[in-house]
């Protein structure tokens, strides 16, 4: 049997609820990653950093005994954020970045930023204190079309962001296009980028194989094949910039599977399964270390992971739903093989 065994990685990018969801999400990202960039969009979303470390008890409390996880808190920017609360975000050891949410951009983010440049005296407070920025890069105006609101996120703010604050450390979340990549690519050592495996996998078309497939419907959106390929140069290419994000994100299978179906896929179960698939593809397994376990350690200025993870050549089936009876989420690739397990967790 072929493994692979690579330091154990930490995922930038997820979102594990709250209440009867996160302890039934939780134990999926602990079993997999050291540590996780927990999302702060919940009803109502952490915006201060005494929310910030009673979510994160509540967190621990539902780690399995059996298992080493650790959160790492953010904090939900909006137009009332001080910079005091940001000066004190900055001194928590627990609290390792804010995120902004363009207003409507995606699940929970009404109470986001309704005016970009209005934000920039939060940028500046950031820039000064030295805690990071992760952004949803997508504009919400209703007369761009849905495939182009990362580029022109980037066109119309991001670049001019990046030119006001140098200093600012900027993660470009969960990046869709070749033009994000080709941004992240240029910019400064300050500005990096998570990657998706469903955004590494798949392209537009998997929304509609055989019909609606709303299992594969996440925000940004799948983009066309020549973004995929250019996501997976990013990826498996060495370049520190990019790291690890799964942005997996459970959402009941009734309210998936509904007329107005929600955005987000389900992957925590089966997450370094997915990117061994998506790296072995492209031939690069050797790169898939740096990428999961060590840049994204580097850009948080946190030490590197100790413990190791390893993968092994195997075919398995996805199941078909995770938790159980009013919990039931359908993952990413459910009832399908995958190439790739996990075994020594």
């Not at 979102?15 to 990653?33: C, S």
């Not at 970009?116 to 940028?123: G, L, R």
């Not at 050592?189 to 998997?206: E, G, S």
């Not at 078909?320 to 009832?335: E, Q, W």
Request: glycine share 4%; with cysteine; hydrophobic share 40%.
């Amino acid at each position: 049997m072929k493994t692979l065994t690579i330091t154990r990685p930490d995922d930038w990018h997820v979102h594990i609820r709250n209440g009867e969801m996160l302890r039934t999400v939780l134990p999926y990202t602990a079993k997999q990653f050291a540590r996780a960039i927990i999302m702060p969009n919940l009803k109502p979303p952490v915006t201060t950093v005494e929310q910030a470390l009673l979510y994160r008890d509540e967190i621990l409390k539902t780690v399995p005994v059996d298992l080493e996880f650790t959160p790492l808190m953010t904090l939900y920017l909006t137009a009332a954020t001080t910079e005091n609360e940001i000066k004190k975000a900055a001194e928590s050891e627990h609290i390792h970045a804010f995120k902004l949410y363009p207003a409507g951009a995606t699940t929970h983010s009404d109470s986001g930023v309704a005016d970009i440049k209005a934000a920039y005296p939060q940028f500046a407070a950031m820039e000064k204190h030295q805690i990071p920025l992760l952004i949803h890069g997508e504009v919400t105006d209703e007369h761009c079309d849905i495939f182009d609101r990362e580029r022109v996120f980037i066109e119309r703010y991001l670049l001019d962001i990046v030119k006001h604050f140098p200093e600012l450390r900027i993660v470009l979340e969960h990046v869709t296009t070749s033009d994000a990549v080709q941004f992240v690519e240029s910019a400064s050592t300050n500005v990096a980028a998570t990657l998706t495996p469903q955004h590494l996998l798949y392209n537009r078309n998997a929304l509609f194989v055989g019909g609606i497939r709303p299992h594969n419907y996440c925000l940004p959106v799948l983009k066309r094949e020549h973004h995929r390929l250019a996501l997976v140069k990013a990826a498996t290419s060495g370049n520190s910039k990019f790291f690890l994000g799964t942005d997996s994100a459970p959402h009941l299978t009734t309210l998936k599977e509904s007329a107005c179906g929600c955005a987000g896929c389900f992957t925590a179960p089966i997450a370094m399964e997915l990117y061994a698939e998506a790296f072995e593809s492209a031939n690069a397994l050797d790169k898939l270390e740096g990428f999961a376990s060590f840049y994204g350690a580097d850009f948080y200025r946190l030490p590197r992971n100790t413990d190791t993870l390893i993968l092994a050549k195997t075919t398995w089936e996805v199941p078909a739903s995770y938790g159980k009876d009013n919990l039931s989420i359908t993952p990413l690739k459910a009832n399908e093989s995958l190439s790739w397990q996990i075994c020594n967790q």
